[in-house]
């Protein structure tokens, strides 16, 4: 199937996912135009509200005045992905237009609220192009919910792992470098993670069967070298348009550490292909983005897997600012569409993890040339 969201058996046209879109573009309207009013005169924030506008009309035109869904749907699905991309450069540039918080001492930025309550409002168009009704808009954010939980939960699992690794290590040889901790922290990760993935299977009684290893044959050869010309191909699109825009993105923590100590470089570069790539793909790919294939058509497992699978890396990128995070987390979320299509047509877990292991591990070895 090549539609992002498989339409539910005897689903119905009914008010109720343009209701919710209704709801989740009139937020973007009034987080756009709140900022307007008080004087914010960036552009991207004015055609952010206008297009924040036109979804609104157009969800109200499908629910009250009879629009044929469709054109309706793809209309206010599109004019929230403007705004998306409008508030996140809009956040990029510094414009945050934050409000303070009633009885807290806290503020909010009002173009984020855009940026997230558009991505909500696209979702909700994209199900209601595909004609999914109000209890399949449910299934399936509850399964994101869920599955976001699940991704999460390896990387907590990764840091808890890390600790009972550190500290019996800690115990018998004393404090322990930069590099050796580099070691334990990869040596987590695998335990971590792994534990989340097989844990899931255990809980399902999917069985070993479930994973997807399988010697790769000359096609998935194929895909391998494919696949990491189009992410470096894709890196390289992406940061000449953040360089042509003036977008800036956030450093890795793991760069960031470089600077200082790249010896820790030799170790992640082997790790790249025989921990991270392999037990980041086993999870966000082989459980995560497979378990959505029974809600959401494959290719929208892709996309919903993607945006799990960058979201769960904000805080490698969490020291910076929302706009530069937001940033690093779209090339996150392109590169994982590459990963998660590769896997896709392959079926096989082996190749994304080798492509992604590839590609960490060159990465690596290009900050290490740099820094050493």
Partial sequence: MTEIARTDAGSVSSGVVPGV????????????????????????????????????????????FGLERRLAAGVAAASSAVVVMLAGYALNQGVAASIALPAVPWSIS??????????????????????????????????????SVLGLGGLIAAQFATVAVAL?????????????????????????TGAVAIGYLVIREYGFSYIDLHVPTKRDLLWIVAGIFVLFGALFLISAVFYTTGIESSDHGTAQQAQENPEILLVLIPASLLIIGPFEELLYRNVIQKALYGTFSRYGAVVVGSVIFAAVHVLAYGTA????????????????????????????????????????????????????
């Fill in 21 to 64: 879109g209704i709801g989740f573009a009139a937020a973007t309207m009034a987080a756009m135009i709140v900022p307007i009013r008080r004087g914010v005169d960036d552009p991207a924030v004015w055609v952010g509200a206008a297009f924040a506008v036109v979804a609104v009309v157009a969800f109200l035109a499908d629910r009250h």
């Fill in 321 to 372: 600012g929302a706009g530069e995070v937001i940033a690093s987390l779209g090339v996150i979320f392109g590169l994982s569409l590459v990963l998660g299509t590769i896997y896709e047509r392959t079926e096989n877990l082996v190749v994304p993890a080798i492509i992604h292991g590839i590609y960490n591990a060159i990465l690596f070895a290009n900050l290490y040339a740099m820094y050493a």
């Fill in 168 to 192: 019996p290590a800690m115990a018998a040889f004393g404090s322990l470098s930069l590099v050796q901790l580099v070691v334990v922290s990869q040596i987590g990760m695998a335990l971590g």
């Fill in 110 to 147: 009002l173009v984020f609220v855009a940026f997230c309550t558009a991505g909500l409002a696209v979702s909700v168009g994209v199900a209601h192009f595909f004609g999914i009704d109000g209890y399949g808009l449910k299934e399936r954010s509850v399964q994101t919910a869920t599955l």
